[in-house]
């Protein structure tokens, strides 16, 4: 794992509106395979495994949907402080 | 990943009924898999597997369960605040 | 996926009681696998599969569970608006 | 999917103790198997699988361990409205 | 599944500090397993195969993750109580 | 399971930032790991199974998001009470 990779671009959780939040969760979930397997030549190879096995796209998308329930939460909390202004 | 896919129909979480917020659950979750694998022919090749393997429709059904939870939340959320009115 | 399958029988997550919401957390979670594998004869098919597969029948609870959670929340914000009265 | 099995014994989420609801939590989760595979003779076949598989152990404990979550948020709720009196 | 067996150590989720909070979801993640499979001996014939299995490290890791997203919310609501006072 | 792993660096959910946090979510997961398997020589070997395998790389992307949504509520509690003041 290597410390030295980014893992939230630009370090926050706040987007302006759900799809970019909605891109930041599959940008978060990215992020973390890149931080595991640092190699970009290794994860070049695995790609086309993610992208034609069924049972990885759908895992994939179970980890965007628990990151964007995340991303979700935050986003919700700062507009509900809104409308109480 | 295409980044060019709109992963949020209509860019927002809030539906009138909770029988479109579990629609927009399917269509997000499908959208992923969708973003992951921009290429038309090669998901319809991946669709029967999808549809015939027990573990697989079952896998689909967790992940969209994960979506609507919290796409339920965004939506209490509103009606409480509309019951404060 | 058929678009014409209603995902939440009487279009509502509010239920009388725990159990009621337990039974709909059920169904909600079945009509996921009806809406992707629309064709009831190879449901029918698959049936045996899931009933006898312990990895299977887990993996159908721990849908439920997630599906049973969104349930709660949503009667449970009720309830608390009804002690609030 | 047998529909005469109480999903929920006593129909209740709220427990005394967090030891009760931790109980009810595996109750919760076997009674889901249990209605999905409603043939007793079946389950008792199934039942050395899941005890002996290291994977089947750990995935019933990630069931119990969500369904741990609404039982916790239910009585979470109700001992701070407790509080509030 | 052994009804005599106490699944939540001192029967309380409430600890004094986060980490005595993630001891106690390991603590209950192992719990779960014991009252599965109550034998010592065949678990400890198990124990290898979860120890040096990398799928069954990361599925214990997703156990003791939800069990302590539980713990952690038990605390909070109480740590925010105190606030209050 | 070796109890004298600290489980949580410095003790505490709490962190500065997102970034952070997301940081500590990753090392919470290893620890897990390394508390499950304390012999650091067959954790070695096990790492290239990890990196190299897309659906155990996409399993650790789902238990740091787990983990994150703790540490994201924990440090939202604590921001919102800072807003209250």
Redo the contacts between chains.
Sequence with gaps: ?S?SI???PN???ITA???EG??LA?K???L??K???PDAA?RER?RP??????????????????????I???N??W???D?LK
């Design positions: 794992m410390e980014q893992l939230i370090g926050s959780l509106t759900p799809e909605r891109q599959v978060m979930a990215r973390i395979i931080a595991t397997q290794i695995l495994l993610y992208a034609e096995d069924p049972a990885l796209l759908i895992a994939i998308g179970q980890t965007v949907a628990i990151e964007f329930t995340t979700a939460a935050a919700n909390c507009k509900k402080a409308q």
